[in-house]
């Protein structure tokens, strides 16, 4: 006959203390998990979703000797192209009270260019500048002695340009007095450094160059990019575009970044001078770029 095991109060006491830690330690466990996932996820943006990948810590800047030594960053230099439907938009910044700016127009793909600078409306500083509704322009501006910022359109390629109040609160700039500010649809948002120049939209975020490094504004965050001694990026559909001084490219050096952090090699181009501003063609497939006075179209 079997033997029926019988266990004491005590044990079973005992036992009992031991599920409830077991069980809790468990709850816990999860709960922490819980709360991992939603603190990595970000919301969108107003228009896609905003990037989501983790800071990444820049790679030291290799010494001189392995790259060659671009210039120091000039305000009044800094460059600008715009590719529309036919047409190739491009101009240098200058700085109001100072150098003055330049916009040009060209139909032939960057042999022949054509001055469209509206002097009449006394344009000391170029801040932004873009393509839109196919074969037209649009640039943000500092007018007159007191640096005035609009946003300015052409209709007419070129020849007349108006002012669009409504249109600048939603765009996003460099601040002409203060570049360590971005201005993001009217609120001004804090630089990673003095010397933010490059803007471009990237989704539902905004990517600049600071100090020779690319940075995307994440929640709150600016969430730099692996990549040394950048000169210029650019947005392509989905992946953002950079173009940088590199040891294994005697040139210019092109990498494209996903929104989950992930990068590929796009290549190296040979230029006569490593000054180039970078810009993406969704109409014509193609990477433009213009260094010195070199002017490069390549297929993606």
Request: proline fraction near 7%.
């Amino acid at each position: 006959m079997a033997r029926k095991r019988v266990i004491s109060r005590s044990a079973r006491s005992w036992l009992f203390g031991v599920a409830v830690v077991v069980t809790a330690a468990v709850a816990i466990a999860l709960t922490l998990l819980a709360f991992d996932h939603v603190q990595s996820r970000t919301p969108d943006g107003p228009e896609t979703s905003a990037p989501v990948f983790a800071p990444a810590t820049p790679s030291p800047s290799p010494s001189a000797t392995d790259i060659p030594a671009a210039a120091p960053y000039d305000p009044a230099t800094q460059r600008f192209i715009a590719v529309g439907d036919g047409v190739v938009w491009r101009g240098t910044a200058g700085v109001c009270g100072g150098t003055a700016p330049s916009l040009e127009r060209s139909v032939d793909d960057g042999e022949t260019w054509t001055d469209v600078l509206p002097e009449y409306l006394e344009i000391g500083q170029l801040l932004a500048l873009d393509a839109f509704d196919g074969s037209q322009a649009e640039i943000v501006a500092g007018r007159g002695a007191a640096c005035e910022v609009q946003l300015l359109r052409t209709f007419t390629q070129g020849e007349f340009w108006a002012s669009y109040p409504d249109v600048l609160a939603r765009s996003a700039y460099v601040d002409a007095s203060t570049p360590r500010l971005i201005i993001v649809s009217g609120a001004p948002i804090e630089g990673p450094c003095d010397e933010s120049h490059g803007l471009r939209r990237w989704g539902g975020s905004v990517a600049i160059v600071c100090g020779k490094i690319a940075y995307v504004l994440g929640e709150q965050t600016w969430m730099p990019l692996d990549v040394p001694n950048v000169l210029a990026i650019a947005p392509d559909g989905d992946d953002l575009v950079l173009a940088s001084n590199a040891n294994a490219c005697d040139g210019i050096a092109l990498r494209r970044f996903a929104v989950d952090g992930s990068s590929v090699d796009a290549g190296c181009v040979e230029t006569s001078a490593p000054v180039p501003a970078l810009a993406l063609s969704s109409v014509s497939e193609s990477i433009t770029l213009w260094s010195g006075d070199d002017w490069i179209k390549l297929p993606r």
